[in-house]
């Protein structure tokens, strides 16, 4: 049973430009959330795909976007990078849960350098 | 009050010894409480995880204590070993199945030999 994957694992980008990154779920679930990782610091939350549709959103700008497929697999989109944008990009699947949380687990990230 | 805080920072311990790790939340609506471990370069695994009803569960090495009334909660590392050297994060996530994890600075964990 594959967990999480996430593609690329590594990515260098210019200022500026625009990044698109991909993640499948573990096998079963059904909700994608996304999180940022800088360097030293914990998770944070982005937003989260349940139904194709972006169910919760965190205290990120609109240059963050994504989208889900039919299959539950996922893609985040940041537009115009920022140096700022440089972290570690982290997938989470999970099954959701009826009016309590459930297990999360994570994807190997995706390591995104703005230079 | 969406706040997770985790303490310390950094923690050296000796083989075999057991290792601590706090945190504190605020929004009393948290209704599961994961423990995380990352290597270096990897995404978070998921330890162990409680629920508020219940103060205590063990797997293994590894026990969660929770305290609902002072809100705060613990991973005690007994037996502690050198391949447990890794960053351990607490997380809490709200009620409603949304799955949303609010996670804790984070604790460096150092197991010397």
């Known amino acids: 049973d594959a967990g999480v994957t996430q593609s690329p694992t590594h990515l260098i980008k210019t200022r500026g430009q625009q990044v698109t990154l991909r993640c499948s779920p573990k096998?079963?679930?059904?909700?994608v959330s996304w999180y940022q990782q800088a360097l030293g610091q914990g998770p944070q939350f982005i937003f989260q795909y349940y139904e194709e549709e972006e169910r919760q959103r965190g205290n990120f700008p609109d240059r963050f976007s994504g989208h889900q497929f039919p299959n539950y697999s996922s893609e985040l989109n940041v537009n115009a990078l920022l140096l700022g944008d440089s972290a570690l990009y982290l997938c989470?699947?999970?099954?959701?849960?009826?009016?309590?949380?459930?297990?999360?687990?994570f994807g190997q990230g995706t390591r995104l350098t703005v230079v | 009050q969406q706040q997770v805080k985790q303490s310390p920072q950094s923690l050296i311990v000796q083989k075999g010894g057991i290792s601590i790790i706090n945190c504190a939340y605020e929004?009393?609506?948290?209704?599961?409480f994961p423990w995380y471990q990352q290597f270096p370069g990897k995404g978070p695994a998921l330890l162990i995880a409680i629920r508020p009803d219940v103060s205590e569960k063990k797997e293994g090495r590894f026990t969660i204590s929770f305290n609902k009334s002072a809100k705060q909660f613990s991973l005690h590392i007994m037996d502690s070993q050198p391949g447990d050297s890794a960053t351990y994060f607490c997380?809490?996530?709200?009620?409603?199945?949304?799955?949303?994890?609010?996670f804790g600075a984070g604790t460096r964990l150092a197991v010397h030999p």
């Open positions: 989470a699947s999970s099954l959701a849960g009826t009016g309590q949380s459930t297990e999360a687990f």
């Open positions: 096998s079963g679930h059904d909700t």
């Open positions: 929004n009393t609506a948290f209704d599961y």
């Open positions: 997380a809490a996530s709200g009620a409603g199945g949304y799955n949303k994890l609010i």
